[in-house]
């Protein structure tokens, strides 16, 4: 981002010579429209709810010039047919924004007077803006309703100030184009049977481990350390490890224990009897591609529906007693029936103790057989897969009116097991449920008017005791079902293995999986976390890799990959799948996954596994070229980690907070701002504030600890308030905690505030007459996230809880919009300095990267571009002025395409074009090694 002046109040406005040129007829704007267009406005722009704008008609630029209100540039009116689709397509380029700008598409429908009777408008999640100088095109399409006689498209600016280049418009009928049906190729070979197994015989059967190493854990296969370097699919085992790849994980290829699909069938014969032998023939197949590949099994742990039925109880039930059903492996809802020839069947309830015996029956056959099998010689571990998107989400992803209760009998069951565990008298469950009814056998999960009672609930005794109970035990009980399938695999399987699973932090929340503390003890070794999906993934976007609390899973020696199931100029297009974000060749390709792999790396996980889940996605020249850079990159990381600089920057995270209510806080909507903040923080769970083994930082940022407690807050003081370092409070403090107020949590750190309960949507804006360091540069909003572009005004990110910041002594940095109360303060007391805003999200790229120059950090790059650096990885993906990655000492520099020395010193420009990335591998200079 280059520098703003601070004293402007809106940035530079000046016209940017070097940008890409466009030809307008802005008037007319009928480029290849079917439908003609009636007239043109005589003022194409309105600002509305108080923004202010300029507008070019001659080159088509609008600018937004402040942060209040939307400014629209109307189209031209067209003509349409009522019952018609159409289809806009509008071409713009940002010239400059200061991140947390929004731009949003409208399609409005007008009757024969003019008057609006209707309005489409863009998912919200793709309105926000991050690139500057970076062509894009937006499209919309709207079926023209009865009345409808003309449709108006609407271009909308909201958020931090911005500017456009507005290019052609294109109207008319929506033609549906035939979906691509993907380019395959042929699966490597199935070799001779026989032969295969006695080759097979002759090898030493594999182990692998996880070790810990300088605070980290490492992964071993047969006693070396290893870089994570998979590929999961079923196509090009061979190409795919002559690229780099060290590890196969299957997919499909009879890993189902007993539920099958038509394209891959149950190892369940019936009887209790299971035949492994297409499972066999798979690893066959991978080891004559690659003899030296080794394989983590993917094991599908679903039930069929013949078991289900045969045991209702164990089926998902919602309050009205409605099973629930699942769809392939989503979730469609509750019904009474299902419809196996769509792949549905019933949902099923994970902590049922009847279920979790039927897999470990499967479990111990599969492990078995690989035992004796020579095909599992090969076989390194496993990776446990099932439920909601064969992950154990929680079969609804957000369930404001039920909070995710489960009225199966066999819930309830597991539930009381697990109250016995905590409370272990009748007495003790009463006092903490605040009933005198209820015992220890009688327990139920709550009811939807106990759910729907409070926006929140806390820990006190009573209804906020039972519901946090409850959904804990969600949490806890998946954990403890992946342990116990992971424990037995160990065991049947009689060497040393590890155990694969996905699961989520407080960056993507689940509710069925947040209890990594649980998870931790043993039993898993490595968990995987799927990149965001579109829009991160864009080229005009910062990325949605390393979007887990890795240092977290590091601190607790779980190996942390990322599954990249990056899609390619190759794969199939199976519709509505926009989010999955389909580059449009090699070069799109290698803008997503050089930047997604290097944050993974920087960031301090171990690797990823690229998931080719049709086939044939990565079977390309371009695209291997590409992958083996990323690998390669694997591999530096693994060797060089613990030789360079880490990271002076911790963010924490609470992980307990959407146990507490569905849509309270969530760490990750700040992620974008971390992303484009010149650094690359170690992100970490609250709870990791007292882990012995947490290093020192200068720079902490703690996202809504919502649920801290007394002993946390005293670790806080002790480790982080130090003379030499920066605090960070964003978001809400202690409500949901033993403190039930935030008061408390600020005034140990010497800030006066006062609690405010109400839910309200605002942000802060910056205080542009203050001069500080803090807010050098920073103009409009804090935030990034969090504007929804509507008709003529912006919807805010809801704050649950807000705070009357009263201490006369802060500075104020920051001001909630439209009104004179302080949102955003810094206190600086004794040397020591706390930043604060009880705003959700409440942090922007270029305050973090001011408030770790305050800590005496030299952030790596400017604020503005998507910059991951760290463990001997420098990655970068341009969204704004060229980016620069700066070290205080002396460091070599390599290609990591091609391994060649490319430079040395201090400093190195990535050389790239915006929506482009490229990494660089670093380390210390021979004179400076340590």
């Not at 999906?533 to 942390?560: E, K, Q, V, W």
């Not at 990249?564 to 799109?588: C, F, I, K, L």
């Not at 935030?742 to 804006?765: C, H, R, T, Y």
């Not at 002594?809 to 303060?825: C, F, K, Q």
Request: glycine letters at 10%; hydrophobic letters at 35%; aromatic letters at 10%.
């Amino acid at each position: 981002m280059r520098a703003r002046s601070r004293n402007s109040k809106i940035f530079s406005l000046k016209s940017n010579e070097a940008a890409m040129k466009y030809r307008f007829l802005f008037f007319s704007l009928m480029g290849l429209c079917l439908a003609e267009p009636l007239f043109c406005m005589e003022s194409p722009v309105v600002d509305t709810n108080g923004s202010r704008s300029s507008f070019d008609a001659s080159n088509g630029i609008l600018s937004k010039l402040n942060l209040p209100g939307v400014t629209t540039w109307r189209a031209s009116k067209y003509k349409v047919s009522p019952g018609q689709e159409y289809e806009a397509a509008l071409e713009f380029s940002c010239e400059e924004l200061i991140p947390g700008a929004a731009a949003s598409l409208q399609l409005v429908s007008l009757d024969a007077s003019g008057r609006e009777i209707g309005r489409i408008a863009d998912p919200a999640r793709f309105q926000q803006v991050y690139a500057e100088n970076l062509p894009q095109k937006l499209k919309l399409r709207v079926k023209a309703g009865t009345g409808t006689a003309f449709i108006q498209p609407e271009l909308k600016l909201g958020g931090n100030p911005l500017k456009v280049r507005i290019g052609r418009m294109t109207f008319g009928k929506y033609v549906p184009k035939p979906l691509f049906k993907g380019i395959y190729g042929e699966k490597d070979p199935m070799p001779p049977r026989v032969f295969a197994l006695k080759d097979m015989a002759k090898l030493k059967t594999s182990e692998s481990w996880i070790a810990r190493e300088a605070g980290r854990p490492v992964l071993y296969i047969n006693g070396k350390k290893n870089a994570y370097k998979a590929y999961k699919g079923g196509t090009d085992y061979r190409l795919m490890c002559e690229n780099g790849a060290n590890i196969i994980v299957t997919h499909g290829g009879g890993g189902a224990l007993y539920w099958g699909k038509e394209w891959d069938k149950q190892a369940y014969a019936g009887n209790g009897e299971f035949d492994f032998k297409r499972l066999e023939d798979n690893l066959l197949r991978i080891y004559a591609a690659n003899p030296d590949a080794k394989v983590i099994v993917t094991v599908e742990c679903d039930p069929d529906n013949a078991w289900l039925e045969a045991h209702p109880e164990n089926i998902c039930l919602n309050e009205k007693g409605e099973r629930g059903i699942a769809r392939y492996t989503g979730f469609k809802g509750f019904g009474s029936s299902i419809d196996q020839k769509k792949q549905e069947r019933w949902a099923w309830t994970y902590a049922s103790e009847a279920y979790q015996r039927h897999v470990i029956q499967g479990l111990k056959a599969m492990a078995e057989f690989l035992k004796q099998s020579p095909a599992g010689n090969i076989v390194i571990g496993f990776c446990l897969a099932g439920g909601h998107d064969g992950q154990y989400v929680q079969w609804r992803y957000g369930d404001e009116t039920a909070g995710h209760a489960d009225y199966s009998e066999s819930f309830q069951a597991a539930l009381r097991k697990w109250l016995k565990e905590k409370y272990g008298t009748d007495e003790a469950l009463r006092r903490a449920w605040n009933d005198p009814e209820i015992t220890l056998d009688t327990a139920r999960v709550f009811t939807g008017k106990e759910w729907r009672s409070k926006p929140y609930f806390d820990t006190e005794p009573g209804i906020d005791r039972k519901i946090t109970d409850c959904r804990t035990f969600l949490s806890v009980s998946t954990a403890r079902m992946l342990r116990k399938f992971g424990n037995v695999l160990k065991e049947s399987f009689g060497r040393r293995c590890v155990i694969q699973t996905w699961y989520s932090s407080p960056v993507w929340r689940q509710t069925s999986r947040l209890a990594a503390e649980e998870l931790a003890k043993g039993g898993i070794d490595i968990v995987a976390q799927v990149t965001d999906y579109a829009p991160p993934r864009l080229a005009r976007a910062p990325g949605g890799s390393a979007n887990y609390t890795i240092a977290d899973s590091n601190l607790h020696n779980l190996l942390y990959v990322q599954e990249m199931d990056h899609r390619t100029w190759r794969t199939q297009e199976v519709g509505g799948w926009n989010y999955t974000a389909y580059p449009s060749g090699p070069a799109e390709f290698r803008s997503q996954v050089i930047r997604d792999a290097g944050s993974v790396l920087a960031a301090g996980g171990s690797g990823f596994y690229y998931y080719d889940m049709f086939g044939s996605w990565y079977h390309d020249p371009e695209a291997l070229k590409i992958i083996r850079e990323t690998y390669r990159m694997a591999d530096w990381a693994e060797q060089k980690r613990n030789q360079v600089p880490r990271t002076e920057f911790a963010v924490f995270m609470d992980e307990r907070d959407r146990l507490h209510g569905e849509g309270i806080a969530n760490g990750g909507s700040a992620m974008k701002s971390l992303r484009m903040s010149g650094l690359t923080p170690d992100i970490y769970m609250l709870d990791d504030i007292l882990n012995p083994e947490l290093p020192e930082y200068k720079l902490y940022l703690f996202f809504s600890p919502m649920t801290i407690t007394r002993e946390q807050l005293n670790a806080i003081l002790e480790k982080a308030y130090r003379k030499d370092a920066v605090v960070m409070i964003a978001g809400p403090a202690g409500v949901c905690g033993p403190f039930r107020s935030a008061e408390p949590v600020l005034k140990a750190f010497g800030l006066q505030i006062q609690d405010s309960m109400k839910p309200f949507n605002n942000v802060v804006a910056f205080d542009e007459t203050v001069k500080d360091p803090l807010t050098e540069r920073c103009t409009g909003r804090l935030g990034t996230l969090g504007v929804t572009i509507r008709k003529d005004d912006v919807a805010w990110l809801r704050n649950p809880f807000g705070a009357k910041i009263t201490d006369a002594a802060a500075i104020v940095l920051g001001r909630w919009l439209g009104t004179s109360e302080p949102g955003l303060v810094v206190k600086r007391s004794e040397g020591r300095t706390l930043i604060y805003t009880p705003q959700i999200a409440g942090v922007s790229a270029q305050l973090i990267n001011n408030a770790a120059k305050e800590a005496g950090i030299l952030p790596p790059s400017e604020a503005g571009n998507a910059v991951y650096v760290g463990n001997g990885i420098a990655a970068g993906h341009r969204l704004a002025d060229p980016i620069v990655i700066r070290f205080r000492e002396d460091m070599n520099f390599y290609d990591p395409a091609t391994g060649e020395k490319s430079g040395s010193g201090r400093e190195i420009r990535l050389d790239c074009k915006p929506g482009e990335s490229r990494a660089v591998l670093y380390e210390r200079a021979v004179s400076q090694k340590k």
